[in-house]
């Protein structure tokens, strides 16, 4: 039997994909955090999800011209992931930074204390006693000192309502090499 | 005993000591290293056991440092690396971050080799695993693999191609000294090591780059580049204050089997880089044979290099090496030595391809 050659490539979205993308950007208040024109997605053949990035404004002269590198390992800002069937985005840990830039200005974060923080970014949920506050969902989460740690979203459990890790900067020791 | 190899490489200029004659283009990097004898003296074996390296290894070293500094770089491999990091100042002012550390428990102190190094005396917990790693503050870095990004010294606006990136500690710092505002093509051939570097860049915030997973030596680009920076493969004899167990772990065959890798990839740099554009190369050896050697062979082929002076402190490249000559221009390369600069060994050479 024939097996396909998995293949990589890195496209531009096609109008269904930006406008899935678009939305969901603006339904977390960051529709201009991130430079729509210059959104490449990284696809793999029969893969389940897309990364999605905002390549450097050099990416289509130098890149996709001069250089002619049609599949990419990776490029520029990394925003998220947009799953393949739904188009359901998922925001990146790099995008959490760009977003905690906002926060107490155009965003409601959520804030959780030095312990707290330490917590979190073990990928663990912080309870109410270490959380000075907590926005109404999905939304970056910032130390009381300033540190940007990722993404949570409200949870609850009875009347308790406490802080679970949507993706945290832990990632990088416990993954990312 | 006498050893020798022909090995697939790159053709070369050196010289035979009793036989000053150029050798005729097209011999490669490794016919011409398996000219080379190395004889290790009785000397050289007394030593070699001593403190647990492989014989041929001391007798290089006394041929290049001679016996007192052979005996100073063997009592310096036998104290560790301090651990040293790469401040980011793209995101940090470093003294900031020194203080921060210093509240954690961490002693630190500059390194003053590095503008962006610090070293790390003593830690309380993993300098690795703390809240300003995470936030891309700084990157665990050795001092001479900094200051190799330095003499690339990149400037904003260049493309800039870095041929053997990952895990990224000169391709992030390529990026922090101009701004994240150069365009950096990033490429490796790992693929576990490409997803560490895809993690330290997003980790530290840079944007303007790209990464490709490829053979750095069968890219279709030609004199695309304003800079290329080549840290290659090597057989890390520079790092045996990390890695003892490098005293014994590659034969002289595998150095000139390195060796004809690594021409390769040079002789590929030059094909990347534009007319007036840099080369860096530079490997985590003090073996002769992937460097001046390897420099001296593709200095042969293309006759539009030069060789530019390092500007950091170095002790220069050696000429006269066993029974072989190399180009004289290998001069300028230089090396750091763990006893001299208190770094890893190193072997840095530049070049500048001609207009």
Sequence with gaps: MQTKKKAVRMRKP????????????????????????????????????????????????????????????????????????????????????????????????????????????????????????????LAPVSSENGYCLGWGKPCRRDTIKYLCPQGDVGWYLRRGG | MWRGWNLPGTTSLLYLRSEPTL?????????????????????????????????????RYLEILGREETLSLLEANESPLPETIRCNDYLIDCKTLADRLEEKGFNIKPLHLAPHGLVVL???????????????????????????????????????????????????????????????????????????????????RFTNYTLLRADSRSLQFSSAFDRVLLDAPSSGEGIIRKDPTRKKSRSLQDIISLAALQADLLRAAVSYVKPGGLIVYAACTIAPEEGEAVVSSVLEEFEQLDVEPLSLPHRGGVVEYFNLRFDDRVRKCGRLLPHVHGTEGFFICKLRRRR
């Design chain 2, 23 to 59: 050798l005729t283009p097209g011999a490669t990097v490794a016919s011409l290293l398996s000219r080379l004898r190395i004889r290790a003296s009785r000397e050289a074996r007394i030593i070699a056991e001593k403190f647990g390296y492989l014989p041929y290894i001391i007798e």
């Design chain 1, 14 to 137: 096609s109008t269904g994909e930006l406008v899935a993308l678009r939305d969901q950007l603006s339904q977390l208040k960051l529709l201009g955090a991130v430079d729509l024109q210059r959104i490449r997605l990284l696809e793999i053949t029969e893969g389940t999800y897309m990364d999605v990035f905002e390549v450097p404004s050099t990416y289509a002269r130098l890149l996709e011209g001069r250089l002619a590198v049609r599949s990419p390992y990776a490029s520029g800002f990394y925003v998220g992931v947009l799953d393949k069937p739904t188009l359901r985005f998922k925001p990146s840990i790099p995008l959490a930074f760009r977003a905690c830039r906002l926060c107490g200005l155009t965003l409601d974060c959520h804030i959780v204390d030095e312990r707290g923080a330490l917590i979190f970014t073990y990928g663990k949920p912080v309870m109410p006693d270490k959380i000075i506050n907590i926005a109404g969902n």
């Design chain 2, 122 to 204: 003593t830690q309380p917990f993993s300098i690795g695993s703390t809240l300003e790693y995470l936030q891309g503050y700084y990157y665990i870095q050795d001092p001479g693999s900094m200051l190799v990004a330095y003499e690339l010294d990149p400037s904003p606006g260049e493309v800039i191609l870095d041929m053997a990136a990952a895990p990224g500690g000169k391709a992030t710092q390529v990026l922090q000294l101009t701004r994240d505002s150069s365009h950096l093509l990033a490429v490796d051939i790992s693929r576990r090591r490409m997803r560490a570097l895809r993690s330290h860049m997003n980790r530290m």
